[in-house]
């Protein structure tokens, strides 16, 4: 009897949501997915779209979370994009994630075509989405900030179908670190928070015990079915990617979400309309409870129907030969040459397709480093050179804005191409460097830009290219002696005091010429001293004498 | 710096230093007041709003007067007024007058009493306590000369302030005897608590501190000892009832203004195309030549030159 009261009063409860949030969709899942038999690659997605009318301008909210929503408006955002990750993913060993982000945080924006000054939305957004997610994000200031001509096009729909530049905005900062505190905000966004569903496993503390954590927002507007486009909705989708390595971890025969996330995983959030647990192994291991629904390879457990908190394992993992998993698509690894003042700039990108294929490139290069673009040079391995298909190259003005390369290359199939140039290193005055300079300042990574079909990869989001990033890149700029200052002060002032002193007492004292009788009283004293001596020897002798006179007399 | 331990405070402004998630770091995401890992003072649920090289003395300066720059989100303000009691804790290195702020600059004493005073004169505070961990702290305090601030520090002018114990698998000495001794105190602290600032101020004794601690409340109104310690750590919050109504009108300015503001749209939405790197025709931001540019006028003024010099040379030859 309890049972069935419990059981209608969860088909009223979702009756009552599904009736509510006509407009409005939540969905949530976490796919685990093993990259080798030692790293397990996890991807929580949740993503809440939400159709409207003529305009996107709510007033009132229910799953979308308004906090983001205000800013979106405020700001007049059309399309938004957030990253901010700690680790580096490996393409070449690990393939392609599934929502691709460099290290450090990054963030671009395209803002409505009615935007007056978009400078200003851009930097109000930036303040605004810092207090947001506790970061930094107020750093990405004029200096950082670029506008990419093709490398970042809206994934979403666009008014009228054709875009202007002048409405993107795109900045990175690769020192900013991804902590517990970005999680906590980023979180709260979501509907069910932590507490239901995929988002129970999301324990900050066990997420930073990983090899590469990522949390990423995006928000976009986009069409419910193709063609006319008559029904618009908006959607944001929130991302984490985690990968962990099961060998450090000491999990390596059998593993389980408590293991990995010390958490169980809980029934789905009551307002999703989908919520799943999708788990891959790989050869030879088992899941457990076997989980019989299948999708794509993927054993799915759907999280509505799970009554309690579980947990599934997976056993019977075996420690890998040599197993690497070789990606067969473009991989890009950039590294610096030169030595003191003068610096290279090298990009090695590889291209395993057997067939001619076109990217864009991509690199910002901040002020300090003055880029020679005559040095640009794009060489096969086989040392053609290969002349760039278009070249965009804006200068960077010193403190102003920094220098951009943006070129499309074909890359020859099979091929090894280094795509290189000089800079030279700048000066900074000693104000403008950070309290630890000797840490070195960081080239944000280079942006790989290519369509999925070359890579043979199906991507579910973001549409049809895949970027890739390379290591953001540590670079040693000349460093003063920070000391330098106080010591010269303290050295000016004591030659100072000591000349100060001396030309001081020179200057004012009265000299006057001493008369050369005029004998001083101590030397008065003295000299009669000596005067009443030799009287004294004088008159012994004497004495002396005339005693010896009267002997002889 | 961090401000605020477990209870809930109506703003508690973060100003943190550190680097606890670097390649390094052990237990990564975790601050914790003991070696043996008992309480992890960096939460799960942390948010700091002022971090890394945001540390600034500008800054915390700034922060405590409130003259921030216009877009500083909410987050990021101390947004308190003449009914608010202020919390401020420091710890840190520091000297006889000086806090240091990065390893790179430092506040001095004069500095931080006229931030006080400022905060005073803008009603930004109604009761504030100070408490300071570093060495030499009682100089910080010297200075104040505004109402209603009550002032702790961990040690006297001329004495080191202690780190509490090392930590041996970091290599580090993990946190300062006053703030260990403070915490353990603040930890049998509930919200409900009758704890006085007067039992707050016996703890940490000499033989625990190595150091004295100091304590001034010539500035203060209220006697210590009739001061609860939840005035300041976990405000309990009241809330007033009224019995009038407040009637809001359906159709506020500001919605009005938002709904003025929406452009109909236009035209058709539809998606565009995301690779351009193989359709160079459509490129409409082809680079031009730059007819302004320095090569082509040298080049104009070389030929200008040149054909100069051929009409003297005609010239010559018709004079000749």
């Known amino acids: 009897m309890q049972k069935n009261m419990l059981g209608l009063f969860v088909l009223i409860y979702f009756a009552m949501f599904c009736t509510c949030n006509g407009n409005e969709n939540y969905e949530e899942s976490l796919k685990l997915d093993m990259i080798d038999p030692e790293l397990v690659y996890g991807f929580f997605n949740f993503t809440t779209t939400w159709n409207y009318e003529h305009w996107f301008a709510p007033r009132h909210y229910k799953l979308f979370p308004r906090s983001l929503g205000q800013l979106i408006q405020k700001y007049n955002i059309a399309e938004l994009h957030f990253t901010m990750t700690q680790g580096l993913w490996r393409y070449k060993r690990w393939g392609f994630p599934d929502a691709s982000s460099p290290t450090g945080a990054q963030l671009w924006v395209w803002f409505h075509k009615n935007t007056e000054d978009v400078d200003k939305n851009w930097v109000g957004f930036t303040n605004a989405l810092s207090g947001l997610f506790c970061a930094s994000l107020n750093f990405i200031n004029k200096a950082v900030t670029v506008t990419p001509k093709i490398s970042f096009r809206p994934v979403g729909v666009v008014e009228g179908g054709e875009t202007d530049n002048t409405f993107l905005r795109y900045g990175t900062l690769s020192r900013e670190n991804l902590c517990t505190e970005n999680l906590t905000p980023w979180m709260k966004l979501l509907p069910c928070g932590s507490k239901a569903g995929p988002g129970a496993l999301l324990n900050p503390s066990q997420l930073h015990h990983s090899k590469f954590l990522s949390i990423g927002l995006h928000f976009l507007h986009d069409c419910s079915e193709g063609g006319s486009c008559e029904r618009r909705h908006v959607k944001l989708e929130q991302h984490i990617s985690v990968v962990y390595d099961l060998r450090t971890l000491n999990l390596m025969p059998n593993f389980s979400l408590l293991s990995l996330f010390k958490k169980r995983v809980k029934p789905a959030c009551p307002l999703s309309s989908r919520s799943v647990l999708m788990v891959r192994v790989i050869e030879g291991a088992t899941i457990s409870p076997a989980l019989t629904e299948s999708v794509g390879g993927f054993s799915v457990l759907n999280l509505h129907r799970l009554k309690s908190d579980s947990n599934v394992q997976v056993k019977g993992l075996k420690t890998p030969g040599v197993t690497t998993k070789l990606n067969h698509g473009v991989t890009n690894h950039c590294y610096l040459t030169g030595i003191g003042l003068e610096g290279g700039f090298v990009c090695s990108i590889v291209n395993h397709n057997n067939r001619e294929i076109p990217i864009i490139f991509f690199q910002v290069v901040p002020w300090f480093l003055h880029t020679q673009v005559h040095t640009l040079k794009v060489v096969s391995r086989q040392n053609d050179i290969i002349s760039p298909a278009w070249i965009s190259y804006t200068p960077g003005k010193i403190r102003e804005s920094p220098n951009i390369m943006e070129l499309i290359v074909r890359l020859p199939s099979d091929s090894i191409t280094e795509l290189s140039f000089h800079f030279t290193k700048g000066f900074m005055t000693w104000i403008e460097h950070p309290p630890d300079a000797n840490h070195g300042f960081y080239i944000s990574p280079a942006v790989i830009t290519t369509k999925t079909n070359d890579l043979n990869i199906s991507k579910e989001l973001h549409g049809s290219v895949q970027h890739i990033y390379s290591e953001a890149i540590l670079v040693n700029i000349p460093v003063p002696d920070f000391s330098m200052p106080y010591n010269v002060i303290c050295l000016v002032c004591t030659v100072l005091a000591i000349s100060f002193g001396s030309f001081h007492n020179l200057a004012t004292r009265r000299f006057h010429k001493l008369s050369p009788n005029e004998v001083s009283p101590v030397k008065k004293k003295f000299l009669s001293l000596i005067e009443r001596f030799k009287s004294r020897k004088k008159k012994n002798v004497d004495e002396s004498l005339a005693s010896t006179a009267e002997k002889s007399s | ?320």
């Open chain 2, 1 to 320: 710096m961090t401000v605020g331990f477990k209870f809930k405070a109506d703003f508690i402004l973060n100003f943190l230093l550190s680097l606890m998630n670097g390649r390094f770091a052990r237990l990564p995401g975790k601050v914790y007041n003991n070696k043996d890992e008992t309480i992890d003072v960096y939460g799960s649920d942390v948010e700091v709003d002022y971090r890394g090289y945001e540390v600034t003395v500008e800054n915390f300066i700034r922060v405590l007067t409130g003259r921030l720059p216009p877009d500083t989100p909410r987050s990021k303000r101390l947004s308190t007024d003449d009914r608010s009691n202020v919390l401020v804790y420091m710890t840190g290195h520091g000297g006889e007058d000086f806090l240091k702020f990065q390893d790179a600059e430092e506040i001095s004493n004069v500095e931080l009493a006229d931030a006080f005073e400022q905060m005073w004169q803008k009603r930004r505070y109604h009761e504030l306590l100070f408490i300071i961990d570093t060495c030499q702290a009682v100089s910080m305090y010297g200075k104040f000369y505004s109402p209603n601030i009550m002032s702790i520090a961990s040690s006297q002018i001329g004495e080191d302030s202690l780190s509490h114990h090392v930590d041996p698998t970091i290599g580090v000495y993990i946190i300062d005897r006053y703030t260990y001794y403070l915490l353990e105190f603040l930890e049998s602290t509930r919200p409900g608590s009758r704890k006085t600032m007067a039992q707050l101020f016996e703890i940490c004794p000499r033989h625990q501190c190595i150091s004295s601690t100091g304590v001034s409340t010539h500035l203060f109104r209220r006697r210590p000892d009739q001061t609860l310690v939840t005035d300041f750590f976990g405000s309990v919050r009241t809330v007033d009832t009224s019995d009038d109504f407040l009637h809001i009108s359906p159709k506020s300015k500001a919605l009005e203004r938002s709904t003025d503001n929406v452009p109909l749209s236009r035209g058709h939405f539809s998606h565009v195309t995301q690779f351009l790197g193989d359709q160079l025709d459509q490129l409409k931001i082809l680079p031009q030549p730059d007819k302004t540019s320095l090569g082509s006028k040298i080049e104009r003024a070389a030929s200008a030159a040149f054909l100069l010099v051929v009409v003297m040379a005609i010239i010559k030859s018709l004079i000749g």
